[in-house]
């Protein structure tokens, strides 16, 4: 069996991601440590703050969701599909009937509504647009819409956290995602960062059974070997986060009686395991049914409800448990919907695959509001909103202001350099991975580089010992040089970088030791 296939279809081992497959390359049988010091610190250094992050799988109709309701254009192009009872948050905009108890949250100023939100170069299908947004793939000339990612800007940014990671793996899990599978969001550079239940109790039974301690070692020459022993680290790995999930679970309860429905059923799960101290950063859940050619109207009303009373509840509870300001939520769907409904006269409108659409931001961190303007719908292109922001901008403000990742590591983790929308309380910045004792890495001088003037600049770092790496990588977050990669003895180190075969342009090194990172800026002008 294929590492992919077993990661994808895996319940047994708990873990699972879309596209590990056969990227690995062989691994070798180093043991997992186990590090709770390192999984104390990220979680000190992050201020414990938790994302949430809810996927509107299929592609949600942006605007029957925040509803220009006053462009005369609106309801021309959505006849009997347009919403006329819309819930106000602007003198021109309504938000979907359904979502009145978001809607409250809105009115509290709880809730964020960033307007316009796609990438240039817009892809309609399911599949490559899920894939675009969940990598931050750039798409933005022609040529970059082949370019295919194999990791997660969510997995890129745990795999930034949590240096160290799989030789120390933290006491709690990285992320979580609720559901059977984790997708292609939560992969990092080589390893999955995340892992999938369904519930923790169904889990933690599952995982019960799955101790492979005592099982022969696979022979590592060969193929089958491999992919064994790759079997036996993923499930050690998955029975050394069975209890801390399962006992913070079970140490608390929910405070709020939840409506039915999917997001209320799994944000119910998540909001036991934050007041119950499950020390994971991120959370991902999915709600289904946004394709919606036909019948959009009675469909998206529910789909609408589901979403807007499972969030309120959601928020209901943690503030009961006394943890609601360590939380925030975000939504995102693949693609909006057409600005012309297809079906018209019919009395089953719907809407076919669009382009840009709103995103929401909820929780008690975030700057209340609307961002951006009303879709401008006399200026269609191809008969689709123009997108205003790039959703690289939401995730870069999300990694800096959230969670406090320093611009350089957030250029890195989304592979170039997006402004910020100030969505959010700033979080503490250089979260977790710097000020360690013994741990240093200074601003490199000269800077910026010269290539006029000898091109080499010195970067001096400090270490407490044991291995260590130093590499440049570009804006795109390609590596370029890799300046150190051993053992070395405490204390002061120095590296000359020669910068004469590269462009002028921004770059960035990182330093990697013992469970600790930092990246800082280098520049190189002609």
């Not at 959010?424 to 490199?444: H, I, R, S, Y």
């Amino acid at each position: 069996m294929k590492r992919r296939s077993f990661i994808t279809s895996s319940v047994a081992a708990g873990v699972a991601s879309t596209m590990v497959g056969d990227l690995l390359g062989p691994l070798g049988a180093k043991a997992y440590a186990y590090g709770p010091q390192l999984a104390r610190l990220a979680w000190a250094g992050g201020t414990g703050r938790v994302l949430v992050i809810v996927q509107l799988d299929g592609g949600n109709d942006g605007l029957n969701t925040v509803i220009p309701g006053k462009d005369p254009l609106y309801a021309q192009l959505r006849g009997a599909l347009a919403i006329t009872d819309g819930l106000k948050i602007s003198d021109t905009l309504d938000i979907h009937p359904g979502m009145a108890t978001v809607h409250g949250m809105f009115n509290e100023g709880q809730v964020a509504v960033v307007q316009n939100v796609g990438y240039p170069n817009p892809n309609r299908s399911h599949f490559r647009s899920t894939d675009i947004w969940f990598t931050a793939a750039n798409n933005s000339v022609p040529a970059d819409q082949s370019t295919y990612l194999y990791d997660g800007w969510m997995g890129r940014y745990l795999d930034h956290r949590y240096p160290g990671y799989p030789d120390t793996t933290p006491a709690h899990p990285m992320a979580l995602q609720i559901g059977t599978t984790t997708g292609l969001m939560l992969q990092g550079p080589a390893y999955p960062m995340g892992m999938a239940i369904n519930d923790p109790e169904t889990f933690y039974r599952i995982i019960s059974g799955t101790d492979t301690s005592g099982a022969e070692k696979p022979d590592l020459s060969t193929p089958a070997g491999l992919e064994l022993d790759f079997i036996q680290r993923i499930s050690s790995e998955a029975m050394s986060y069975a209890k801390p999930v399962r006992e913070a679970f079970n140490s608390t309860a929910n405070l709020v009686t939840y409506p039915t429905g999917s997001v209320a059923n799994q944000l119910k799960i998540i909001a036991r395991l934050i007041a119950g101290g499950l020390e994971t950063p991120v959370y991902v859940i999915s709600q289904r049914g946004y394709d919606t050619h036909t019948g959009q109207r009675p469909a998206h009303q529910r789909l609408m409800k589901d979403l807007s009373d499972g969030i309120s509840f959601f928020f209901n509870d943690l503030k009961a448990m006394g943890v609601a300001d360590r939380v925030a939520l975000m939504t995102l769907s693949e693609f909006g919907r057409r600005a012309q409904a297809n079906g018209l006269g019919t009395g089953q409108e719907g809407t076919d695959h669009g382009t840009a659409a709103p995103m929401l931001f909820v929780g008690p961190k975030v700057h209340g509001g609307i961002y951006g303007h009303d879709p401008d719908l006399a200026n269609l292109k191809n008969g689709d909103i123009v997108n205003q922001y790039d959703f690289k901008q939401t995730y870069s403000s999300v990694l800096q202001q959230y969670f406090g990742v320093n611009p350089s590591d957030a250029a890195l983790v989304l592979k170039g350099q997006f402004a910020t929308l100030p969505l959010f309380d700033q979080a503490p910045v250089g979260v977790a991975q710097t000020g360690a004792a013994g741990f240093a890495l200074e601003q490199n001088y000269p800077n910026p580089v010269s290539l006029a003037n000898g091109a080499s600049t010195s970067i001096r770092f400090t270490l407490a010992g044991g291995n260590a790496t130093l590499k440049v990588y570009d804006v795109q977050g390609r590596l370029v040089s890799t300046l150190a990669d051993g053992s070395f003895p405490p204390g002061a180190h120095e590296a000359v970088f020669n910068a004469r075969a590269l462009d002028s342009g921004t770059y960035f090194y990182r330093l990697e030791s013992r469970g600790h990172a930092e990246t800082r800026t280098l520049f190189v002008t002609k």
